[in-house]
């Protein structure tokens, strides 16, 4: 019989529960040390805290074998797959590999929502090393929503245990870390979940391996196990009530947003900084140079303070780029980072090394390497080194000097998934507008409201950079996916990237496919990479096509202006190795980048191609709290210095604006429908992922005057006309829908798109041209500026 003891009915003092709660809900530096010469407290006898209630407690012991504890529930699966043996129960998941099974614990527990929950189980039997189990926490009543603590057979992978939430279908990955050892099925180990409010750490035998925040719109609910591709075993599990909160988390910079018309306007950081600046709220980003004893300084010179004492008082709000230019300032750095939780900052440098030493010590603070200096030219081989330089820095973000900011070199290397900044010193208020219509995503500046300025005259959906089209394996709304002339009606289309899905043969040949099997997508039935190379060309592709080998796509676009997005499908982690050799081969290190849902492939990848960009593919849902959305994505991307890929159903535009000003870039898949793919290009998406490349092919990217001097009466209107480039390439040529005055002699007046001055001068003006999209939205591509003479 069930040992499930009800809250209402009973209160158990359990002996030394509270004092272990205690000592696993914080880790040692969150817990307070010893007062020498305490104040005599005010109350003698002070109310005992609470014993905390068990909700329930069951071993399985005195269970019949092959049933299940009363009240517990199959969710998904079979009831042969759900049993108990010997004394343990067992969830059965075996046979599929991707979907789960799930057990639901006694219902009663939905009510609840902070809880302690411990489990003494082992992975009896796993399909492969990927294979988990889960701890459901939170559950809906139905099968979703639920929030799960997922452990691998392979523990010690970069994602061996993962803090995760399920809603509509969809995952998102909100934490994950690797755990000391591979799941044994000859050893018990313990799962500990504490969850209270919208705070979650997960534990396994004692080691915190989550520390997370959770969505405040699911704040209570039951229990559960599943498992998928393996056997769950479970000895016994004891669910008691949590009454102690747990410590906050470190908290997240809320910048300042300017207000403008410009969609995922370029993030502003201020190189010259006061001391002000340093304490606004709500916060300026900021750049200071942090010398060895972490003192700060603005960019020319002048003390701000020390850094240390100024988190010790809570006088720095600021989010700060930090330069720092020796290994000293790093290690100095360090325990201050971690003593104050500080780690929403971005270190920049010029030094590659001290940049990638810097990460590999504070995972969690992101990196900028500083090409100002560098010395390079706008040409294919410098805008490579600093993808590749980047990458090896593991930085996100590259910032360039003035001489380096047009249009063509900022798409290169944004193509290639960096985060473009330029860095302007002293500048006219023209060059702040050529830099920021040239398409970055941030620029560093001693003049932030010059930026501000232009961001308060443009109108809404003002597009500075272009949305980059991914053809998702190809064009398949057209031509069969992941073929070779998939991908070239794709770029024929103009698609800036083609995605392809890659396993790898018993010969070890990299295949394009989506499937890990043939049968949908080929006459033939069984898995890919069982198969060698030969047996799979004697197979025909749907539409007549064979099955093509990465080598085949690096020939076919090799010299085109797209990209490949070679997403690694295969868990062979010798996979990166033979695709580095395919892209020596045919030399296009210039044209891959790799995503993955993997996490082990990203850090294989940066193992062995450090240069190449990485983008981690995965779900998401965004919270009404800024700060969780932005911990979860950092929490995703860190780890690879990679952009965010997530499913775009749950992706509000206002969460990737907040997660701009750290470099982060959005790639999100797969468009299907044409209102959304069109939403998200308005509000100024880094990259779309879709099935239909030909619904972009006639937007106008980019425009150029046609005259840069122009010549006009006075109180008579202006008028320009401009070359429009769609994305496929087409030329054409169309009038200006409206300009900016940047400068003028004269007064003037703008009415409806009209600009009239009033008297003879001279002026600097920047067209405007607007394009209706066909679900009835618009925007706006800024030219470059013109010169006017008014007569």
Partial sequence: MSRVILLALMLVAITGMAGCSDDSDSSDDNKIPP?????????PDPEPEPEPNVLLDEDFEAIAEGKLPEGWMVMDGAEELFYTKEGSLFVDGRGNNYTPVALRLPEFLQDQGNYRIEVSFTIAEANTTSRWVGMQYRTGLGVEPYYQMAIRQNATAANGTEHAFRNTGQWSIVDKAGFSEVIDPAKLYTATIVVHGDRVQQYLNGTLLQDSVLDSDFSQGGVGFQAAG?????????????????????PMVSVAEP????????????????????TASPANSVFLKLD???????????????????????????????????????????PVVERHQFFDLTLVSDNQELLKDAREKMPFVRAAVDFTHANLVAGPADLLRIVQTTNQSKAKIAILPESLLDKTSVQYIQNRLISVWGQLEQPEYVQTVDALTAGVNGLLTTDPDQALAFFTALPENTLLRKPLVVGHRGVPSQVSENTVAGALKAVELGADAVESDIYLTTDNQVVVMHDGTVDRTTDGTGAVEEKSLAELKALTVDGGHSVPTMDEFFTALKGKRAVHFVEIKSGKPEIVEHLKAAIERHGVHDQVIVISFNSDQLLKLQE?????????????????????????????????????NPSYGSLAPEVMEAAKHRGTTFWPWTFRNLADAEKYYLAGTHGLTTDYAQWFSDYPVTVEPVKSDLVVAANSALLADLTVTTQVGNNMTAAASDFLVLESTVSYANTSGSVVFEAPGSAVVVPLYEYTLTEGGSYYLVGARQQVTIN
Avoid: C, H, W
């Fill in 35 to 43: 007062v020498t010469n305490p104040e005599p407290d005010p109350d």
């Fill in 230 to 250: 393996s056997l769950l075993r479970v000895e016994g599990v004891t669910v008691t009530e949590q009454l102690k909160a747990l410590p906050p988390l470190p």
């Fill in 259 to 278: 207000e403008t018309g410009a969609s995922m306007a370029p993030s502003i950081t201020n190189l010259s900084p006061v001391a002000g600046d340093l």
């Fill in 292 to 334: 060895d004893q972490l003192m700060l300084s603005g960019q020319n010179g002048g003390s701000l303070g020390y850094l240390d004492q100024m988190l010790d008082a809570g006088e720095f709000t600021a989010m700060p780029m930090l330069y720092v230019t020796s290994q000293a300032a790093v290690d100095a750095l360090k």
């Fill in 608 to 644: 062995v191609m450090p240069g190449v960009s990485g983008g981690f593919l995965t779900g998401f849902s965004s919270d009404s709290n800024m700060e969780k959305n932005l911990r979860t994505i950092l929490n995703a991307t860190q780890q690879y210095s990679s952009t965010f």
